[in-house]
Every structure is written in C-alpha cells, then in structure tokens.
C-alpha cells in the first residue's frame, strides 16, 4: 500500500489553483501553457487508476464532477471508473461522478489502514496532513516553468526530509519528478 500526492506546481512551490477555477489573482497559470499540457494522464497513473482508490478533498471532487463526467476519451473513461473516497465536513451527495464514496472516519487512521494504493489528486490540505503524518510514500510533481509568487504552496510547514529521485520526464512544457520518501 502506498499514498501517492500528485500535484501541478509551479517552479515556486505553489500548488493552488492551477486551471484559474478557484479565482485566484494567480490562478491558471498550468492552463496558460496549452490544453495539451495538462491533458491524459500526466501523472503516468496507468494501472493505478484500476488497482487503487482516488483521495479527493471536497474542493477537487466537486470541480472533477462537473468536468470529467461527460467525458469520453481513454484516460477520462479510466478516471470515471476508479474509486473515488472523498473528505469532506459538508456534502452529503457525492453521486454526481460515479464510483464515489464519502470518507466515513478519520482521514489520517483511514490512510494508515487503507488496503491498496490511495492516489492524492490536487487536494492540497490532505496532501499537507498525509505529509505531517509522514504516511506519503510517493510524490509525482508536474512542474511547471511558470513564477506566481503568490498562492497556496504544497510543502509549508514540512518536517524536514531528504526524498530520493526515482524519475523526471518531459511533459510538454511541464517536468514530471517523481519522488519517494522511504
């Protein structure tokens, strides 16, 4: 069982709002570089998506459940049909995108006891509690060659850490870096 983050950043560490839908004066800036940087599966999910369970917060699953429904390409088809547990205090409905369950309990024991991989899309504040914890396993950073100076960064507040460096590809105008904790 591992907890993979996988998250668009900036070249300055910020994690927040990268296709602009969360009105930040910064926001967007992944989707400056092309629709084709950001689509299909850049984050090399592969079988992942079949074996292991998608953790969304509330924020991520809502805006995937109005975009990735109607979609019909291989990658969204494959996204569509994971299993997908979402943390969320508010909704009670989570219908909308199939395959989708509200977390019932703790979302740090839930981590600790899952059995199967747990895939973190965006969700910045579970992704920053899974990492307080140190129960991440794997990051899978999309780095984009973009400065905004400003927004939500994904590792404040980090315990210290040396990770090691399993890959780094080209992604269009992006660099995919893989990194493992243990």
């Given amino acids: 069982m591992s907890v993979i983050v996988t998250e668009f950043v900036t070249l300055d560490g910020v994690a927040e709002d990268p ?12 989707f400056r570089h092309g629709p084709e940087a950001v689509a299909g599966d850049k984050f090399r999910l592969g079988t992942l998506l079949e074996t292991g369970t998608l953790l969304l917060g509330r924020t991520t699953w809502e805006l995937f459940s109005k975009l990735w429904p109607g979609r019909t390409d291989e990658f969204s088809a ?4 994971a299993r997908k547990l979402v943390v969320s205090r ?15 309990g703790d979302l740090l024991e839930t981590a ?4 199967g991989d747990l895939i973190v899309i965006g969700s910045i504040g579970i992704a920053q509690a899974l990492a307080r914890r140190d129960l991440v396993d ?28 399993v890959s780094t590809t080209a992604v269009g105008p992006a660099v995919l870096s893989t990194y493992r904790t243990r």
């Fill in 138 to 165: 794997e990051y899978r950073l999309l780095v984009f060659p973009s400065l905004v100076g400003a927004g939500r960064r994904l590792f404040v507040e980090a315990a210290p850490a040396d990770l090691r460096l």
């Fill in 112 to 115: 600790e006891h899952h059995d």
């Fill in 19 to 30: 296709d602009g839908s969360g009105g930040t004066a910064t926001g967007g800036w992944a």
């Fill in 78 to 81: 494959r996204l569509n049909a």
């Fill in 90 to 104: 508010t909704l009670t409905d989570v219908t909308a995108w199939q395959n989708s369950s509200l977390l019932q």
